[in-house]
């Protein structure tokens, strides 16, 4: 793994908090206030679908590429100096609808990652166009890879085979299966070697699921850093990078991982 010295500590907000269902205008305004408390922070995480909720009805509620939500995101970034993720219903170029989570530097740039795991048992995978690739971003030197809800389930595709200091859940995980979110966030964080944050919402949506939040972060040892339990609101957290260098250090065990490649 690569020299992490002199790499700065990481200031992480993750945002918590219910979700008008099918109202772009109301979470946008509602989501406003609430990235301002994150003032200070490197990087700010909003939940899965945050304009919409964990809808299908993709065709009626998809933005374009660089629509409303883009250009929102692109702002919030530049006034608070970080980057601002979470992810929206797009309709890509080709016409494909994506749950797409949007990565807005503060410089303006704009980058994606498409979920690449469809949840069946809702019928995501009738309504959407899954990601073909990973992605890493990096920001202020560290290596970032985002990842989408059910693609929690799938340690394959999290597996991190790109050095990555810190991996990225944004999610709609319903309360009735908070046990498997954290009994596996953990697992990907001790795999990998890295850190994981992970955020979630709150409330009911608009289908009558009750979300229990559960927002995380956890350190390489999957030992819990932050958990904001089922409360609304921002919480912060700032990831070492020493602490994450001294540990792979100690313990390599990347050293020892299975060679393979995804198709």
């Known amino acids: 793994m690569r020299d992490l010295s002199g790499l700065p500590n990481l200031n992480v907000a993750l945002v918590q908090t219910t979700l008008a269902w099918h ?16 003032r ?3 990087l700010i995480i ?8 964990f809808s299908m009805e993709s065709e009626s509620l998809a933005e374009p590429e660089n629509g409303p939500t883009s250009k ?6 530049k006034k608070l100096d970080a980057v601002v993720t979470g992810s929206i219903i797009i309709q890509a ?15 303006g740039e704009l980058l994606h990652y498409d979920k ?13 166009t899954p990601g073909e690739r990973q992605v890493q971003f990096e920001h202020k030197g560290w290596r970032i890879r985002p990842l989408i809800c059910y693609d929690l389930r799938f340690p394959v595709w999290s ?3 790109q050095d990555t200091d810190l991996l990225i859940y944004t999610a709609n995980w319903p309360g009735a299966r908070r046990m ?3 009994r596996l966030l953990p697992a990907r964080a001790i795999e990998n070697l890295c850190y994981v944050a992970a955020v979630n919402r709150v409330g009911i949506d608009g289908k009558g699921f009750a979300y229990a939040g559960d927002s995380q972060v956890l350190d390489f040892q999957g030992e819990s850093l932050l958990s904001a339990g089922e409360a609304d609101g921002v919480f912060q957290v700032s990831l070492s990078s020493a602490e994450l260098a001294a540990y792979r250090t100690r313990f390599p065990a990347n050293l020892d991982a299975d060679a393979f490649e995804l198709h």
Do not use: C
């Open 23 to 38: 109202d772009r205008l109301t979470n946008l305004d509602h989501f406003e206030p609430l990235i301002e408390q994150a």
């Open 40 to 42: 200070g922070a490197d």
């Open 46 to 53: 909003l939940p899965e679908m945050f304009t919409t909720g």
């Open 72 to 77: 929102w995101l692109r702002a919030q970034a």
């Open 93 to 107: 170029a080709d016409g494909s609808h994506r749950n797409r989570l949007l990565w807005a530097r503060p410089d």
């Open 116 to 128: 690449r795991h469809l949840f069946r048992m809702a019928g995501e995978h009738k309504h959407y």
């Open 159 to 161: 597996r991190d085979a």
């Open 180 to 182: 498997h979110w954290n």
